[in-house]
């Protein structure tokens, strides 16, 4: 069965250095998303993209963040400077079409995530 | 306003019995999605069931059932013979709108703990 796949599965660095977290989305998928979530709360929405270009951001998206498709299968998502509270676990997640489509393709598939810890 | 409230933070159950896990939702679209997503404490999330706002029936997958109840605008997640592998956090989501890529807003979550 097709899946999500993140890298690494734990990155650890130092407050101010840039990160890079790497995601391979499903390969016939259209949409892609980054997520995160801080240890203990609930999943936050960072980032839409589709078409290569972002469709939509969060206020938690600030310009210390960039997505790229650099080619046609990876999705990465880039902290320039990293700080403490950027310390999450981060969830790449795509999906085929909009949910205009049949039930079984409205399904967004979660990679396993990237936990990110800032010293 | 929260979109999705999840007002259960935690919940006991004894092995074999049903649960129900409470969701309620605030939108105004007319199209939305809602779904049920359980993280095992590895982190992971795992998929379980899908509701849109025009489908007729109840959605089940397996053991996992959503009672939706559009005029109260729920979405409670009904888990039948519990086992102790559905140990875990559960989050409720929304996406609103058909069109596009569709952000998905999460509930703060119900950790469910299954006792032998």
């Known amino acids: 069965e097709p899946e999500v796949t993140q890298t690494p599965s734990h990155q650890v660095t130092q407050m101010g250095q840039e990160v890079i977290l790497r995601c391979v989305p499903i390969s016939n998928h259209l949409y892609f998303y980054w997520y995160r979530q801080i240890l203990g709360q609930k999943v936050e929405f960072l980032v839409s993209f589709y078409n290569n270009e972002i469709s939509e951001k969060s206020e938690i998206f600030d310009d210390q963040f960039s997505v790229e498709r650099p080619d046609g299968s990876n999705f990465t998502l880039k902290i320039r400077s990293t700080k403490l509270e950027d310390s999450a676990m981060y969830f790449c997640?795509?999906?085929?079409?909009?949910?205009?489509?049949?039930?079984?393709?409205?399904?967004?598939?979660f990679g396993p995530g990237t936990r990110l810890t800032v010293l | 306003a929260q979109k999705i409230t999840q007002t259960q933070p935690g919940m006991f159950v004894q092995e074999k019995e049903a649960v129900t896990l409470d969701c309620t939702y605030d939108?105004?679209?007319?199209?939305?999605?809602l779904f049920w997503y359980k993280q095992p404490s590895s982190g992971e999330m795992i998929f379980l069931i899908y509701?849109?706002?025009?489908?007729?029936q109840n959605a089940t997958e397996g053991r996992y059932s959503l009672n939706f109840q559009k005029a109260r605008k729920s979405a409670n997640l009904v888990i039948s013979a519990s086992q102790l592998g559905d140990s875990a956090m559960y989050f409720c989501a929304m996406r609103e709108g058909i069109q596009g890529a569709q952000k998905l807003v999460f509930g703060q979550g119900t950790r469910l703990t299954i006792n032998p």
């Open positions: 509701q849109g706002s025009y489908d007729q």
């Open positions: 997640a795509s999906n085929r079409e909009s949910s205009g489509g049949p039930s079984l393709s409205r399904e967004q598939f």
């Open positions: 939108t105004s679209d007319p199209s939305y999605g």
